[in-house]
């Protein structure tokens, strides 16, 4: 039976859950926020398959194929705005449903006032607009592996679209493929623990006196798709009640620094060219490069196909989008999420120790003060975007600090 000693070891996708033929496994979270399969061993009866389905401890091998890149931007403008990068998920998910077909994704829970990332699935356009936004949470996938199946052995045509680990482990859940699904990864960095989302959501509370009933990350309305940002809102307003950029947001920040993210993402097993997806969608900040025409900070999304199955759609979403082809090598060159797993900061143990004894308020002020050296950045990013400028600042101080 399935037993993580080792933490690095499980990300947490649920397929061991999803495939136990008698119930005994359920998902739950450890004191950092994060779950790990949790066995009932009276009711276990040994039959092994939750550690044959599990995507860590029994890789799928990376297989070359043939592959083709795509730059991607949404044709409504208000899709484009609401969506982190170019839009191209909503494109595809729009094509979906037009057919009839259903959407998997992941988004706060419909229906719960906490903010939680679970995934589900929506089958209406208006819908869709729930997936857009709950970036850098990692989400619970509880039974949708189950539903899927029913789906896809019902002949309905599903799109599911997930983190690396999250699409693999639905593969090796399926065990076989299946030509009515659409399989969607997105780049990732890394989750980071629930816990300090949790904790960020006090302090947040404790600064503004409001409590977030939603957050959305990468909100482009203020500073465009440039530069990272979170804002929170209150009930239904569309004005956020706090807004501020990844030098300042101490979610971001320690997001950014690798300080709180799921262990195992530290050596993900997911990082690779060739997946068994039949499309990788990742933001395109350098869009600058590869067209002219999409470089106009409203984002843009690449595109990796992998399958005849995923050049298809990619066809299909022509009404709903801007689609324009590159050149593979140049389009995956240097993008070190893709590759790489995040370094994992020396001081995350001490981070998680303060994250279990401090409140909220006290662990955000004293690990990511808004001290003179973080105003002064702040004003620095805002001016240059003012001045339309931010973009080649960023350009010459990564080159200058060599990054
Ligand atoms: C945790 C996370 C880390 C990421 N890290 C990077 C990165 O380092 N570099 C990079 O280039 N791109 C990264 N991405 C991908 C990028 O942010 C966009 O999601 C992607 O470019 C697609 O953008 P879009 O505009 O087409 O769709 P959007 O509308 O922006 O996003 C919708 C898609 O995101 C999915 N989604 C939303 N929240 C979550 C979640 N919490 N977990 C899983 N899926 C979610 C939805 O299911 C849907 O598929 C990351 C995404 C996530 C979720």
């Known amino acids: 039976m ?10 947490g996708c649920a397929a061991c859950m999803n495939i136990c033929p008698v119930n005994c496994i359920s998902m739950k979270a450890d004191e950092e926020g994060c779950e790990y399969p949790s066995v009932d061993v009276c009711v276990c009866i040994g039959c092994g398959k939750c550690e044959r389905v599990c995507p860590v401890l029994s890789p799928l091998a990376e297989e070359a194929c043939d592959q ?21 998920f909503s494109a595809l998910a729009e094509s979906i449903i037009e057919e009839g077909g259903v959407v998997w994704g992941s988004g706060y829970a419909p229906d719960s006032p906490a903010l939680v990332v679970t995934c589900f699935a929506v089958d209406t356009v208006g819908k869709l607009q729930s997936f857009r936004n709950s970036k850098y949470l990692q989400s619970s996938i509880g039974y949708a592996f189950r539903k899927i199946e029913e789906q896809l052995r019902d002949s309905t045509k599903v799109l599911f ?3 690396p680990c999250q699409a693999e482990g639905l593969i090796r859940y399926l065990g076989r493929p299946f030509d009515n699904l659409i ?24 600064k503004t006196g409001k409590k977030a009933t939603q957050v959305r990350f ?11 940002n979170i804002c929170a809102f209150e009930h239904d307003s569309e004005e956020p009640f706090y807004s501020a950029g990844v030098e300042s947001d101490p979610y971001l920040r320690a997001f950014f620094s690798n300080i709180c ?32 025409t999409m470089n106009n900070n409203k984002g843009a999304t690449r595109v990796l196909v992998h399958s005849e199955k995923g050049a298809l759609i990619l066809k299909d979403i022509q009404p709903y989008a801007h689609v324009e ?8 060159d240097r993008v070190n999420e893709l590759f790489n797993s995040a370094r ?33 950045e702040r004003l620095g990013r805002r001016v240059a975007e003012r001045f339309g400028v931010y973009d080649t600042v960023k350009f010459f101080l990564k080159k200058l600090l060599g990054k």
């Open 2 to 11: 399935i037993q993580i000693t080792d933490k690095t070891l499980c990300c």
């Open 325 to 332: 082809q590159i050149e593979v090598d140049r389009a995956i």
């Open 261 to 292: 993210d799921r262990p195992c993402c530290y050596e993900c097993r997911f990082k690779k060219r060739y997946r068994r997806v039949d499309l990788t969608l990742w933001d395109c900040f350098d869009v600058g490069r590869f067209s002219k």
């Open 68 to 88: 083709e890149a795509f730059l991607v931007q949404n044709k409504d403008e208000r899709v484009l705005l609401q969506s982190t990068s170019g839009g191209a």
């Open 344 to 376: 994992k900061n020396p001081k995350r143990s001490i981070f998680m120790e303060d994250l279990l004894r401090m409140d909220g308020c006290t662990l955000m002020e004293t690990w990511f003060p808004d001290n003179l050296r973080v105003k002064a």
């Open 183 to 206: 399989l969607v990864d997105v780049v990732c960095r890394a989750v980071p623990s629930n816990a300090v989302f949790a904790s960020y959501l006090e302090w947040l509370e404790a």
């Open 161 to 163: 679209s997930g983190t």
């Open 218 to 228: 990468r909100d482009k309305r203020r500073y465009g798709y440039h530069y990272s």
